[in-house]
């Protein structure tokens, strides 16, 4: 089946870090790129940050200003977001997204809820 | 930075055509791509390179350009179709960031 699963999302107090987790099975993981898009409460979509197949390229969203880093581990079908510096406003699901050809997102997994608040 | 702007809402009767559309820049010359999603699920392609229907997605959805403006059509609206919808492209560049629309929620009276 193919499919994403994110996991790591939490309640932390705002200037905590965090680390997201997204497993991917179904598919051939270590050929396509990847992202992070998050989703505030009520609010639209915001592309976070994307990592190329090997992980040699890596793109970030301007407005996170270097607290978060995309990587990834081939070997274990897994995506990271690691979160430093964590602000209120960094209250969202968040998302990963499969990356293909045609299509920037063509698969979703369902999401983890991070929560910043003391 | 570039911005895509969608309408924040769109309602329709069963049966009837919704229209939802997406402005920016430069979407003359960069493909743009729809996103439809649910209430409480994630979201899910159904318009890919201004006009392709991806895979899985009913007839009655299609897309079209105009200069500056995209839109996604949805004819012979269902109950099942409302949801918010979301454009997405890049700036003229073609390179990062992905930028989305703020999203357009669709409501089927």
């Known amino acids: 089946q193919v499919q994403l699963v994110e996991s790591g999302g939490d309640v932390v107090q705002p200037g905590r870090s965090l680390r997201l987790s997204c497993t991917a099975s179904?598919?051939?993981?270590?050929?396509?790129?990847m992202h992070w898009v998050r989703q505030a409460p009520g609010k639209g979509l915001e592309w976070v940050a994307v990592?190329?197949?090997?992980?040699?390229?890596?793109y970030y969203a301007d407005s996170l200003k270097g607290r978060f880093t995309i990587s990834r581990d081939n070997s274990k079908n897994t995506l990271f977001l690691q979160m430093h510096s964590l602000r209120p406003e960094d209250t969202a699901i968040y998302f990963c997204?499969?990356?293909?050809?045609?299509?920037?997102?063509?698969?979703w997994g369902q999401g983890t809820l991070v929560t910043v608040s003391s | 930075s570039y911005e895509l702007t969608q309408p924040p809402s769109v309602s329709v009767s069963p049966g009837q055509t919704a229209r939802i559309t997406c402005s920016g820049a430069a979407l003359p010359k960069r493909y743009s791509y729809w996103y439809q999603q649910k209430a409480g699920q994630a979201p899910v392609v159904v318009i890919y390179k201004d006009t392709e229907r991806a895979s899985g997605i009913p007839e009655r959805f299609s897309g079209s350009s105009s200069g500056t403006i995209v839109t996604l059509t949805i004819s012979a609206v269902q109950a099942e179709d409302e949801a918010d919808y979301y454009c997405q492209s890049t700036d003229i560049s073609g390179s990062y960031p992905l930028v989305l629309g703020g999203g357009t929620r669709l409501t089927v009276l």
């Open positions: 997204a499969k990356d293909s050809p045609i299509i920037p997102f063509d698969l």
């Open positions: 990592i190329s197949y090997d992980g040699s390229d890596k």
């Open positions: 179904g598919f051939n993981f270590s050929i396509y790129g």
